[in-house]
């Protein structure tokens, strides 16, 4: 079905998550006119879609929220240190009420294409409900962790029970009670679910091909006292967040780990671990993801963790990472991740050495076994970074797509924009970093609002990175990451490099030269007038 081209927005958002509505907020505080589109039927985004049981944060719930109104910050208390989906979600619902933003968006709307139209520089934009609307400028607010990856198993289709993809859960929820269960994948989110199935499920099998180093979250109720406090010192700790490498307000650690005796060692990880989540990470020492000996001495005190919560010796090791550093894959928080194997009922199944070869009417096999199950769970992760921006048709000067662009791996200028891509902008894009995302996102939400300004103030119609600015932008995000051991979970798969995703060509897709590093190298560049980019009247 086509539709008469209606025109004349500012701005198309696509997503409606974080990103979207922040920057929805954004362009609608500057007077522009603008739409968000969402394929979802409710605003969320990776919370809207990942309901999977124990979905919750990974980063404390005080700085994953969004800080651009005060009287937010004022209003929405926080139940848990890590909030539930449900939480999640309510809290975005409650954003997307406060700032009345619902009336800009378009729910159950997916965007199909977006093509640069180089005679009047707008974006012809065309959706699934056959909606075309003519925008200045696109925005993606597509999320890091979007575009779901189903392994091609053999026989997926044939099996006669259940299939559930973790990241899209029915909203009503599975009651798994008395069902046998089994699951495939043990990333943040099948270390999340698996505990909460081991609960309900009569027998829950797992399917492990890499075992990740999981340290305890250490959830808890927030106290009224603590909520009060951290509301009034809320800007604080932004300012503290926005001036780490991961955007978290945490304390520097120790030193590094060379420095300190055995028992020293040992008495600071432990208080790391009873910190819990990122804090064992970055509070300990200063030099677990840089030092290859340093990181050993973690992973084997987070081995040596597991050794003594999981009673059976076998188990303890299928589950111990080897071969690896600690964080070089993305390292999940736990809620009694390693407990759950001490049920009798749970068991592990390590497909490392024999893969899956199919799923069966009745369950799977494997290079050497057969497993029966009621229902089969995949929680295999995502096309990561890249996957969403390229399920869309999005089509630059000359054609060009940004599957073709990105065939060798992504390539942008910050993280937020594309040469041959004008007035496009990428919220958390590919070389932007990986960190903690709401404080990320809102520092890109500013900055693209700001180009906006400037470029409206200034009679600016075009707004595109030069091919120098990107190539050099592009070489700094693969030299940066190159002093750091983050790179080398691409030998078990890591998301990261998109090592995870059969025939894609692994390459690092995301800023690890710091989040703070990356706040100052896009406030130099507007300060310097938007240096590396043209601004073409
Ligand atoms: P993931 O980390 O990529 O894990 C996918 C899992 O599926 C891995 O265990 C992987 O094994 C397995 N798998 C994939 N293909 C397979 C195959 N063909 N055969 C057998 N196993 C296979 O995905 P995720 O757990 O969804 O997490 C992705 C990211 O989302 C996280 O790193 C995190 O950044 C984010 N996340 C965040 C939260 C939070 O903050 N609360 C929660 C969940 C997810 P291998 O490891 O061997 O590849």
Redesign the pocket.
Known sequence: MSTAVQTDLDVVVIGAGFAGLAMLHRVRESGFDARVYEAGDGVGG?WYW?RYPG?????ECYYYCLSFSKELVEEWSWSER?PGQPEMLRYLDFVADKFDLRKDIRFGTRVTSATFDESSNTWEVATDTGERVRSRFVITGLG??TAP?I???RGLDSFAGDTYL??RWPAEGVDLTGKRVGI?????????AIPIIAEQAAQLTV????P?YVVPAQNRPMEPDEIADLKARHYEILAKARNHSFAMPFDPGHGPTAEFSEEERQRIYEEGWASGGFRFLFETFDDIILDEAANESAAEFIRSKIRGIVHDPETAELLSPRGYPYAG??P??GHDYYEAYNRDTVSLVD??KA??QEITPTGLRTADATYEFDVLI?????D?VTGALTSIDIRGRDGLTLKEKWADGPSTYLGLTVHDFPNLFTISGPGSP?ANIPVCIEKNVEWIGNALDHARKSGVEVVEATAEAEADWDRQVQEVVSGTLLTQGAK????FTG??I?GKKPVVNVWFGGANNYFAACDAVAERGYEGLTLTR
Request: glycine content about 8%.
């Open positions: 990776t990942n979905a919750r944060t990974d980063s890590y890091l962790l990856h392994p091609d198993f973790t990241c495939i994948g043990t990333g943040a989110t099948g270390v999340q399917f492990q091909r890499t990740n894959k993305r999940p928080a497909i490392s893969p899956i995949l929680a295999t992760g995502f990561a990986f078990v798969h890591s998301w090592a995870n059969p």
